[in-house]
């Protein structure tokens, strides 16, 4: 297997991005996944090398859990074991997809917290508003919404938690200006997320469909924490990550054609994104 070209990724805010495609290309076709996503019922543990539900999630805490939260689970950690959740909280989850990560929030804060779940894909929010009601959550609310433009008002959560969805984004600055706004002072973020290490070979970083799959949206690591510095976190943190192999990677792109592109054939995936879990504070003497 021949070894993919290493380099330090680029950075800047269009890094790694379809250079065809407009925000709103890449918005629809994020939004036209998770939609089939959420009609079929089958997540990205099932069958896929790339995800393994068993060590994201203990088999004790899913098992608790609505079937239909975690048939449509495509998260690449589990934010909510680094949120610090106590009883009470008000959590948000960005792209709460199924609402897998909402309900364990759920559970943590208890019946006196509450749990927003905001996601820009209609049929996944009105599949985990009918989960939500059919299981008897009834601290948990689900809202249409783009992360970048959450439908809240400022400073009303305690903790933002996201999973693999921030990647997705096109304009990832907007999404941690976002978070920092409805942040009460004091309050904090809690984050999985794909992380780019090295340079994608271009069939990859020019596919819309690689993006949509978590992979091609990926940025540097210097430019992500840059990120969330730069709306005003401090005490940034990289809790912890785990670096995909070769077959990983392949199993994240067996949805797309590029699977089967002979340009990719015997070219070495490995080491080339990361999933990472971040955690952030928000000044306690920041207003918004």
Same mark, same amino acid.
């Given at each position: ?14 890094? $790694?991005?379809?250079?065809?495609? &407009? *925000? ?47 048939? !449509?689970?495509? %998260? ?7 949120? =610090?959740?106590?009883? %009470? ?6 792209? &709460?997809? +199924? ?35 059919? =299981?008897?959550? /009834?601290? !948990? *609310? ?12 400022? *400073? !009303? ?28 002072? +004091?309050?904090?973020?809690? !984050? &999985? ?9 271009? /069939? ?7 993006? =949509? $799959? ?5 940025? &540097?690591?210097? *430019?992500?924490?840059?990120?969330? /510095? %730069? ?8 809790? #912890? ?15 797309? #054609?590029? =699977? ?29």
């Amino acid at each position: 297997m021949k070894r993919n070209r290493t380099e330090k990724p680029k950075s800047g805010k269009a890094s $790694g991005s379809p250079s065809h495609a &407009s *925000e709103e290309e890449i918005r629809r076709a994020v939004r036209n996944r998770y939609a089939k996503l959420a009609q079929s019922g089958q997540s990205c543990c099932d069958g896929n090398a790339s995800c393994s539900c068993g060590s994201i999630y203990p088999q004790a805490t899913i098992s608790t859990l609505p079937d239909d939260a975690i048939a !449509v689970s495509a %998260g690449c950690g589990n934010p909510t074991a680094i949120a =610090s959740l106590r009883p %009470g909280m008000t959590v948000v989850d960005f792209g &709460s997809g +199924g609402g897998i990560d909402a309900f364990l929030a759920a559970k943590k804060v208890g019946p006196e917290g509450r749990v927003y779940g905001i996601d820009a894909t209609h049929e996944m929010v009105l599949r985990a508003r009918r989960t939500a009601n059919e =299981s008897g959550f /009834e601290n !948990v *609310e689900f809202r249409l919404g783009e992360i970048e433009h959450v439908p809240l008002d400022a *400073e !009303v959560a305690d903790v933002v938690i996201s999973n693999c969805v921030i990647n997705l984004s096109p304009d990832k600055k907007q999404v941690f200006r976002e978070a920092f706004r409805i942040l009460k002072p +004091g309050g904090r973020i809690a !984050v &999985s997320d794909i992380v780019l290490l090295n340079e994608l070979p271009d /069939e990859i970083r020019k596919d819309l469909a690689a993006w =949509s $799959g978590c992979v091609s949206g990926a940025v &540097s690591e210097e *430019e992500y924490l840059g990120a969330i /510095e %730069g709306a005003g976190f401090e005490k940034v943190k990289v809790e #912890d990550r785990f670096v995909y192999r070769h077959e990983q990677l392949s199993g994240y792109l067996k949805e797309t #054609d590029l =699977s089967e592109d002979p340009r990719l054939k015997g070219v070495d995936l490995s080491q080339l994104v990361a999933s990472y879990r971040i955690t952030a504070m928000k000044p306690a003497g920041r207003k918004t």
